[in-house]
């Protein structure tokens, strides 16, 4: 049982920064990852259609044998994920918005968000703001496109610093010492959000959290791999883009092999 594989996934790309963080924290435990980037962006689709595409890969899966399931992307996390558990008797665990450690760290009291419309506009991120934004002002900014262009490898294109730059106006004049990226597409984006802010605003997202949460929750379900061997990853996408593949390696960083990539249509 041990040795079955964790089964993470994602609107697409942007999943794979939590996946890094997962392979970092459990180097042992096979994965298997898949980018449904043929879909993405998730973020203006409606709960039902992410719901039937997450009920979808969950089965996909299954089918792989897996023995707990990542869903690392926010919007799906916010749309699908209480439906997953009703369904579904494997540990799934999902992503928020760093809202929480945001609000532990800021010293100004003002705090952005960077996030999807879907995740947003979500009752799960209303709750995270009732529960963790009541002492501190929450300026929250949807990234339309931002996700597309990550998915295009465009890490640093002109399109995307002047999508940013729009982005990032309104959080810089409320005076935010602190910017959750609330969608797992934009860590790939840090270096670029970096240079176009001041160097005192932290930028804050739950990849490592929740690869420590993993970790914990295997252990308490005696499902960790303790072999000590190094687990395999395979990473599959139904996008069908000539520059699919090159872009998911350049975002991997081209280290740690085994490294198994495939075609997947689902
Ligand atoms: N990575 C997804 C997230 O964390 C992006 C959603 C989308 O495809 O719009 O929300």
Known sequence: MNTKSIGVFD?????LSV??????????ENLIYFADSLHAPYGNKTPEFIIERSVR?????????CKSLVVACNTATAAAISHLRHHYALPILGMEPAVKPAAAVTRTGVVGVLATVGTLKSAQFAALLENYGQHIEV????CVGLV???????LDSLSTRSLLKGYLKPLLDHGVDTIVLGCTHYPFLKPLIESMIPTHIALVDTGEAVARH????????????????K???RIGTNNSEPNAQEVILRLWGGEDPPFELQSVSL
């Open 19 to 28: 996946l890094r963080h997962i392979r970092s924290a459990l180097p042992s």
């Open 148 to 154: 597309e262009c990550v998915e295009r490898g465009e």
């Open 139 to 142: 300026v929250t900014q949807a």
């Open 57 to 65: 890969i969950a089965d996909f899966m299954l089918e792989q044998q």
């Open 231 to 233: 687990g395999s990853i």
């Open 11 to 15: 609107s697409g790309v942007g999943g």
């Open 214 to 229: 993993l970790k914990q929750v295997l252990a308490d379900s005696a499902l960790l791999d303790e072999s000590g061997r």
